[in-house]
């Protein structure tokens, strides 16, 4: 891949814009994805679309990048989430590190951490 922060950036564009299959493309049949509602995982670009349906049900969120680096093989992706309900009340209002894995340009694993504990604090 060429350019992992345009990547990046471009991928929580269509994120915000609600543009699910335009990300699916991206990720491998097996990716590992966290579910940031519940705290465990879904699996395969199926989980993740059932996943976000549903999340887009119930909120309405707004994720900005802020920091994107590449250590190790992992893109640490520092954001700005802000979290509404449908009738939009805040819910949320937070840092939080995301981080990617990359295989042959498509996502193979998903996770977020709060930005403010240390690394016990993983879901990925």
């Known amino acids: 891949m060429k350019d992992v922060s345009v990547f990046i950036q471009n991928l ?3 994120f915000n814009d609600r543009k699910i ?6 990720m ?11 705290g465990d995982f879904v699996y395969g670009p199926e ?3 059932e996943y976000w349906t549903r999340q887009f049900e119930v909120i309405s969120s707004n994720v900005k990048p802020l920091t994107i680096e590449v250590e190790s093989g992992v893109v640490k992706v520092h954001v700005h989430q802000v979290v509404h309900d449908m009738n939009g009340a805040l819910l949320a209002d937070q840092l939080r590190d995301h981080f990617f ?14 930005s403010d504990i240390d690394d016990a604090g993983w879901t990925f």
């Open 21 to 26: 299959e335009e990300i699916i493309v991206h």
């Open 101 to 114: 894995r990359l295989k042959d340009d498509k996502i193979i694993e998903f996770g977020i951490r709060e």
């Open 47 to 49: 989980g993740v679309r």
């Open 28 to 38: 491998d049949e097996d990716v590992k994805w966290a579910n940031g509602m519940k």
């Open 12 to 14: 929580y564009q269509l």
